[in-house]
């Protein structure tokens, strides 16, 4: 007889790990708290479309659980080929992310997790329960019990051979497991405030961008230093704006004509495509979210008896477009596991605990420090020339150099960890060329080029 999973929260994570599964002849059963977000009762009108990056992982992870899927549930993503910096004065400065084209790409959040959730419904062996809430989970007999609280205000169990946790940030499998398990866990806010805003389709179409107000290639991003707003494209012309910035700040905008100043000498092209008056309205009246990473380990109850994905195992900060990416990449490293050693679930469970928590530890920290990068790196003079180099190099040497967005966002195939061990040791080579460039400078252009081109003839060797 097939083993039975509980799989906990139909996210975006969820429903990929469920069909995963599924395709391995599990029996299914997923559950999520929330009603079925594709019925028409439990649209919220209030909301609009809110969109995510999906880059290489995520989109080599989909391919790995099924292509025929990946290709029905991403089919309308917008590739984006690079930042646009806009600057205070209006002017945009176009920053490829690829060296040879590459694209990462936008998506609507509830469009891929309807889609995804269509999926689902595709296989006899999943069976979906909308309106259950995780309250329990008993791992001490034989069978897992997890124990929901329906809508209904009902308490019902369902046992499993095992339990998936995808139940976000806030899980609560995660923390029904550290009843069993000795679990290390932290959990850390930054100070950092993000806002929904939006961008309107053009109201006439324009002949570069058709109804787009501007470019729908490019993620959009106006930098100020402590703080930023970003917009990606949706397929229907508008863009979803996020402002970032610190909580003291946000705070202090406490009226609307605080607001309307501060986004006027701030953000002042974006406010024109937006609407005054809409732009203030969202600002004041949308929700404030807040940032967090959870970093954990092990990820896994022994016995093979439970184990935590995406961001119920490792919640980021949004800086490096990664979260889901890392969630879907979490599916497959396991699947590949489990396809290795059928049989030892046990052994599957602990091997994925300790080869996956370098890579977590790393991407939560790269979306850390991106934060910096994005809000006031790609200003800098200093970091447009390194990033030029780094650019100049990647193309010269191909493989053999590679800058650390390239490994991260389209390189599926280097972990987290060994791109940021890449990237140390190229950041020490760029520092060197430096130092060579600025020692130099008093001999020559000759002496300087000859010197550099030994250096990369000995390190391309
Ligand atoms: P979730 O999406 O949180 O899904 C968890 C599910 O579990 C939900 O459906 C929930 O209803 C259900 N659930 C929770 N508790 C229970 C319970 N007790 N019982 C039953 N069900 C439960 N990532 C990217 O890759 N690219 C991006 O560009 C990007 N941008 C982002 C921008 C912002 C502003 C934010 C906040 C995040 C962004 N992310 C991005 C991260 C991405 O949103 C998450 O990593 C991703 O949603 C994680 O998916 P998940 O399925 O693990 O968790």
């Not at 910096?85 to 400065?93: K, M, P, R, S």
């Not at 084209?101 to 959040?109: A, K, L, P, W, Y």
């Not at 959990?187 to 501007?214: N, R």
Request: charge should be neutral; proline fraction near 3%; aromatic fraction near 10%.
């Amino acid at each position: 007889m097939a083993e039975s999973v509980n799989v906990i929260g139909a996210g975006l994570v969820g429903c990929l790990a469920a069909i995963a599964l599924a395709k391995r002849d599990f029996e299914v059963t997923l559950f999520d708290y929330r009603q079925d977000p594709r019925l028409e009762t439990t649209k919220d009108r209030n909301l609009r479309s809110i969109n995510l990056a999906i880059s290489a992982r995520g989109i080599t992870s989909l391919e790995f659980v099924d292509e025929q899927i990946s290709q029905r549930v991403l089919k309308n993503m917008i590739p984006m080929r690079g930042r646009m910096i806009h600057d205070l004065a209006g002017n945009q400065e176009s920053q490829d992310y690829g060296l040879f084209g590459e694209c990462i790409n936008s998506i609507d959040r509830s469009v891929l997790n309807n889609n995804l959730l269509d999926e689902v419904d595709r296989f006899s062996n999943i069976h979906v329960k909308f309106g259950h809430k995780l309250s329990r989970v008993d791992f001490s007999r034989e069978k897992q019990t997890c124990v929901f609280t329906t809508d209904a205000k009902e308490q019902k169990s369902y046992d499993a051979d095992f339990v998936v946790g995808c139940d976000g940030a806030y899980s609560t499998t995660r923390s029904q497991m550290q009843r069993e398990v000795r679990m290390d866990y932290s959990q850390e806010y930054i100070d950092c405030c993000y806002i929904e805003l939006y961008i309107p389709p053009a109201e006439t179409q324009d002949a570069t961008f058709g109804s787009f107000v501007m470019s729908p290639n490019h993620l959009h991003i106006w930098p100020r230093h402590n703080f930023m707003l970003i917009a990606l494209a949706n397929g229907d012309g508008s863009f979803t704006s996020t402002f970032f910035g610190p909580w003291s700040l946000v705070e202090s905008l406490d009226s609307r004509t605080k607001i309307e100043e501060f986004l006027k000498c701030n953000f002042s092209d974006a406010l024109d495509v937006m609407g005054h008056k809409n732009a203030v309205d969202a600002f004041e009246r949308n929700p404030r979210g807040a940032l967090m990473c959870v970093e954990c380990k092990p990820y896994h109850v022994d016995q093979g008896r439970a184990i935590i994905l995406g961001d119920a195992a490792h919640s980021m900060v949004p800086f490096y477009g990664q979260g889901m990416n890392c969630g879907f990449e979490d599916v497959k490293v396991l699947m590949r596991l489990l396809d290795a050693h059928p049989q030892d679930r046990a052994a599957v469970f602990a091997e994925y605990s300790l080869n996956r928590h370098e890579d977590l530890v790393s991407i939560i920290k790269l979306a850390k420090d991106n934060y910096k990068e994005m809000s006031h790196g790609v200003t800098s003079r200093l970091y447009l020339i390194r990033k030029k180099l780094d650019t100049l190099l990647g193309k010269w040497l191909k493989d053999k150099w590679l800058p650390l967005y390239t490994m991260v966002s389209f390189k599926a195939d280097i972990p987290y960890h060994k791109a940021i061990l890449t990237e140390q040791r190229q950041k020490r080579i760029l520092a060197y060329i430096q130092a060579v460039i600025l020692a130099t400078l008093p001999i020559g252009g000759l002496g300087l080029y000859k010197i550099i081109r030994k250096t990369l003839k000995n390190y391309r060797k």
